[in-house]
Every structure is written in structure tokens, then in C-alpha cells.
């Protein structure tokens, strides 16, 4: 298996489990002998934080979501030059949290044309794209009640302000949810088809995993995968 150079990327629902996952992962490619680089989107350099800062702090219900689109391009076009592609040069697997999948699925949802979000991708990193994107699987409700979150009853986590367009505060770690009554079922159901549909129309290879089960069979799951992939 030769995974010299590789750039992995977990996505998937809020309450799907990328975290735990993602650093299963490493230790295990590690475990190989080969260096890893950790990411994660948006933010991850000295500007994608301060877009991040943006995302994270600014009441998005005010923004239109094709703005709230290119900024998270922004962030990824900074990341891919600053940290990613340095990186590959240097023979690591990079492993990132979330990227241009997760933009095909919240804002998509949001009402972004699909077409639209893969051209600007294409313009923000250029060639340098996922080896394997791995989307972790859940329902909305399983992924609530791992959270901790109803829609009436929200967990805060951290200190910013966060708007509701597109729903999309799952794509944050240390957001705080502000208005999670606005947000539909119906929404969060529309996430989960589009990053469903993923393998069938993102330009790099896509492995949808059941991430509804206990995290050893999940990542016994992303493992094969990775094999596959990569033997």
C-alpha cells in the first residue's frame, strides 16, 4: 500500500463521528512509518483563521449564502498552497477535516448550484483535490442525539456567534448554535441526501461508510477503504 502523498478527507454530518475517526487514522498510518499533516476546513493558516473568525463569530442569517460560499473557498485556496500541497511535496499523508464535500452538501442545500460550488472549488485549488474522501454516514437524528442537540434543546459549545443560513453550524468545531428553531428537519435531511450523492458526482473518488454503528466497526469500515484505495 503505498499512501506517500496522499490527501484524505473525512466529511460528513454533524454527530457522524470525523474527529474520532479522523485520529484513529492517523495513528494507524502512523503506526506504518509514515509522517502525517493534519488540516482542517476551513481555517488551519494565519488567514483561513481570520476567515474562520468570520464564519465562526458573524451572524450569517445576514449572509447571503453564495458569500458565505467563497469564503470558505478562500480559506481552502490559502490552505491548499499554505499547508497542503507542501505537505504532499513532502511525502505526508494529509488528513482534513471537512473540505469542498462539505460545501456540496450545506450550501448546496442552502440553494448553491451544485456546479457552481465544483467550479469555484476548481478555482480555489486547482488540481490539488482528495485522494479519498470518506463521508461518514448518520441520520439526523442520531446525529443530534450524539451531540447532545434537539431543536429545542441545544448544547451550547464555546463563545461565538453563529447565524442559521443553510443551517451549516455542524461544520464548526467551538460554534455556538443560535437559532436552531429555524432550522427544519427537512434541511438537515437534504445534508445528508447530498452528501449521499457525493460518489456519483464529485470529481475524486468518494466511500460513503455506515457511521450509525459503534466506532470499531466504523472505522474497521474507513480502514478497508483506505486500503483499497491505496494498495
Known amino acids: 500500500m503505498n499512501l506517500h502523498g496522499k490527501f484524505i478527507v473525512f466529511d460528513g454530518p454533524d454527530?457522524?463521528?470525523?474527529?474520532?475517526?479522523?485520529?484513529?487514522?492517523a495513528e494507524w498510518i502512523e503506526g506504518q512509518g509514515v509522517a502525517i499533516t493534519r488540516a482542517f476546513d476551513p481555517g488551519g493558516t494565519e488567514v483561513g483563521d481570520?476567515?474562520?473568525?468570520?464564519?465562526?463569530?458573524?451572524?450569517?442569517?445576514?449572509?447571503?449564502?453564495?458569500?458565505?460560499?467563497?469564503?470558505?473557498m478562500a480559506s481552502r485556496?490559502?490552505?491548499i498552497a499554505e499547508i497542503v500541497r507542501p505537505a504532499l511535496a513532502a511525502g505526508h499523508v494529509v488528513l482534513c477535516d471537512r473540505f469542498i464535500s462539505?460545501?456540496?452538501?450545506?450550501?448546496?442545500?442552502?440553494?448553491?448550484?451544485?456546479?457552481?460550488?465544483?467550479?469555484?472549488g476548481r478555482l480555489a485549488v486547482g488540481d490539488t483535490w482528495p485522494d479519498l474522501t470518506l463521508v461518514l454516514d448518520v441520520p439526523p437524528e442520531v446525529g443530534f442525539e450524539r451531540t447532545g442537540r434537539t431543536r429545542h434543546n441545544v448544547r451550547k459549545r464555546g463563545t461565538g456567534k453563529r447565524g442559521t443560513v443553510g443551517g451549516q453550524f455542524e461544520m464548526f468545531n467551538g460554534?455556538?448554535?443560535?437559532?436552531?428553531?429555524?432550522?427544519s428537519p427537512d434541511f438537515h435531511r437534504r445534508v445528508r441526501a447530498l452528501f449521499r450523492e457525493l460518489p456519483s458526482v464529485y470529481p475524486v473518488p468518494v466511500v460513503v461508510v455506515d457511521a450509525a454503528r459503534g466506532p470499531d466497526e466504523v472505522f474497521a469500515d474507513v480502514r478497508e477503504a483506505v486500503t483499497r484505495a491505496f494498495s
Open 102 to 120: 462539505a460545501t456540496c452538501a450545506y450550501q448546496v442545500a442552502a440553494g448553491v448550484a451544485r456546479d457552481d460550488v465544483l467550479t469555484l
Open 50 to 72: 481570520r476567515i474562520r473568525h468570520v464564519l465562526l463569530d458573524y451572524d450569517l442569517s445576514k449572509v447571503d449564502p453564495r458569500c458565505e460560499t467563497l469564503l470558505f
Open 175 to 183: 460554534a455556538t448554535p443560535d437559532a436552531i428553531e429555524r432550522r
Open 15 to 25: 454527530g457522524s463521528g470525523k474527529g474520532s475517526q479522523l485520529d484513529r487514522l
Open 77 to 79: 485556496a490559502q490552505l
